[in-house]
Nanobody, 119 residues
Framework: QVQLVESGGGLVQAGDSLRLSCAAS????????MGWYHQAPGKERDVVAW????????EYADSTKGRFKISRDNSNNTLYLQIDNLKPEDTGTYYC????????????WGQGTQVTVAV
């Protein structure tokens, strides 16, 4: 059973840093490109970043360049998203996704982890 399970969310203060994790199972993680999406309250899901199978190539949405860093550990089947200098607009649910190609639509979604940034 293919599964993506996110963790690491919570209530944080503006300016803090946070690292989200996504544990993958049920498929060969190292063979798949991966990504993160963000859904702010009342809004649609937007892409945050994508990362290639080996982790050497990453791309970011224009709105996330600079404060977000995507990475992966293929030996532990885990995807990460580091968010620095958190802002209230970072509040929302963060989803880990499996993708066929960089910038392609997700084929598998995790259940999401909630991040709330307090001023």
């Amino acid at each position: 059973q293919v599964q993506l399970v996110e963790s690491g969310g919570g209530l944080v203060q503006a300016g803090d840093s946070l690292r989200l994790s996504c544990a993958a199972s049920g498929f060969t993680f190292r063979q798949w490109n991966m990504g993160w999406y963000h859904q702010a309250p009342g809004k649609e899901r937007d892409v945050v970043a994508w990362i290639s199978v080996g982790g050497r190539h990453a791309e970011y949405a224009d709105s996330t360049k600079g404060r977000f860093k995507i990475s992966r550990d293929n030996s532990n089947n885990t995807l990460y998203l580091q968010i620095d200098n958190l802002k209230p607009e970072d509040t929302g649910t963060y989803y880990c996704v499996r993708i066929a190609h960089i910038k392609s639509p997700p084929t598998i979604w995790g259940q999401g982890t909630q991040v709330t940034v307090a001023v």
